[in-house]
């Protein structure tokens, strides 16, 4: 059974860091396209982030450009985002996606989805 379990998250202040992880298990994800998205309260997902399957591309939504960064370790079948500078508006459920079948990294159609972290920004 293929799965995707996201970790790391929690309650921070504003301008605090978390570090989210994505552990994949049941096949490998290294030949795949993996990101980053998220659901706040009342609003639609929204991507994040996304990383090409060796690292060598990498996409951010431009709300979270420069604060977080997306990498991944092949070996160990996981991929992280760095979250810096967190602010309230950063608050949500932040999903893992892999696999991407159809459309562009953004907005497009992944095969496999983990069932969220929580991420809290106060203020």
């Known amino acids: 059974q293929v799965q995707l379990v996201e970790s790391g998250g929690g309650l921070v202040q504003a301008g605090g860091s978390l570090r989210l992880s994505c552990a994949a298990s049941g096949r490998t994800f290294a030949n795949d396209a993996m990101g980053w998205f998220r659901q706040a309260p009342g609003k639609e997902r929204e991507f994040v982030a996304a990383?090409?399957?060796?690292?060598?591309?990498?996409f951010y939504a431009d709300s979270v450009k420069g604060r977080f960064t997306i990498s991944r370790d092949n070996a160990k079948n996981t991929m992280y985002l760095q979250m810096n500078s967190l602010k309230p508006g950063d608050t949500a459920v932040y999903s893992c996606?892999?696999?991407?079948?159809?459309?562009?990294?953004?907005?497009?159609?992944?095969?496999?989805w983990g069932q969220g972290t929580q991420v809290t920004v106060s203020s």
């Open positions: 996606a892999a696999d991407l079948r159809v459309g562009d990294y953004r907005t497009g159609t992944y095969a496999y």
């Open positions: 990383i090409t399957w060796n690292g060598g591309r990498t």
